[in-house]
């Protein structure tokens, strides 16, 4: 199985604590989710957790995708992990890294996935895949300074 990548890193003006606090709280995964995905959180705890579950619905191309991810490790107001029970990748591998630096909060994501169907999802990750993945980083990129202004 090829596995993939993405690592992105945003510096935002509040403190670690109020940073962490936001992505803490299941909802808040729509607000910076782009709309053209067309998501829906069908289930999720009122917080995150070690072993907590989430159920999405969303539209991909026009294609309907359900999808259930599980918080894998959780330490707060650090780091947490979130990984895909099913859905669309064979493999999809989130880590969520948050540190206080220059008055405010550096956050990093690193994402690991990987594609189903052997070489027709490397062509798929050729054409599609890579380019939107990065478009669902930099929305929520613009989201998160429209979110957390300085």
Not at 61 to 70: A, F
Not at 86 to 113: I, K, Q
Request: overall charge positive.
């Amino acid at each position: 199985m090829q596995t993939f990548s993405l690592e992105r890193e945003q510096w935002l003006p509040r403190n670690l604590n109020e940073v962490f606090a936001f992505f803490s709280r299941p909802e808040n995964l729509q607000r910076i989710t782009p709309p053209w995905l067309d998501f829906r959180m069908v289930e999720a705890p009122k917080e995150l957790a070690p072993g907590a579950l989430i159920r999405y619905r969303l539209n991909w191309h026009r294609l309907p995708i359900w999808w259930k991810t599980e918080i894998s490790e959780w330490n707060p107001p650090h780091r947490f992990v979130d990984r895909a029970l099913s859905g669309p990748y064979a493999l999809w591998n989130h880590e969520h890294l948050f540190e206080s630096y220059d008055g405010g909060t550096t956050m990093r994501d690193r994402v690991t996935y990987a594609l189903p169907f052997g070489w027709l999802g490397s062509v798929a990750q050729s054409l599609w895949v890579r380019r939107d993945v990065e478009k669902i980083f930099d929305y929520r990129a613009e989201k998160m300074r429209q979110l957390f202004p300085a």
